[in-house]
């Protein structure tokens, strides 16, 4: 398997990264819940619709945890958590929720994030430094440019 990207140049004149390339990741399809449970199913004793009524199951306390402001913790994966989008207010008595509150969206953190040189976050944001190689986080991670 490989993650796809491609490469991208900074045409944002006000960056201090501006005329500089960058790797943009490059999706090539969606999976859906039930190409997961076709897959769960060829690699254990589980029926697909065991499987599809887990996964179901999984997104729908996924979502009530999130609505809950808990942060979900799936182990080897990684966290969840709600995230707001918004707009700033001058003062914090002028701030309104209704105003300036736009939008969520849910943060995604795996469960170790690289930061540099073997130095990487755990799930509870201690910094832990550790020398670790991509290749152990990600198994048969590879790159493929596009």
């Not at 004149?13 to 997961?36: C, I, P």
């Not at 994030?113 to 048969?140: E, M, P, R």
């Amino acid at each position: 398997m490989a993650v796809n990207y491609r490469l991208m140049k900074n045409n944002n004149a006000s960056s201090a990264n501006y005329g500089r390339y960058y790797a943009k990741a490059v999706h090539t399809e969606t999976v859906d819940l039930d190409v997961l449970a076709e897959r769960i199913q060829r690699n254990s004793t589980a029926k697909k619709s065991d499987c599809l009524a887990v996964l179901t199951e999984l997104v729908e306390v996924l979502k009530d945890e999130l609505m809950a402001s808990h942060v979900v913790k799936i182990n080897g994966l990684g966290s969840f958590k709600i995230g707001l989008k918004g707009k700033y207010a001058k003062t914090d008595s002028e701030f309104s929720a209704s105003q300036h509150i736009t939008g969520c969206k849910v943060n995604f953190r795996p469960e170790y994030t690289i930061i540099n040189n073997g130095t990487y976050v755990d799930d509870d944001g201690n910094t832990k430094v550790k020398k670790v190689a991509i290749s152990d986080l990600t198994k048969d991670l590879k790159l493929k440019m596009y």
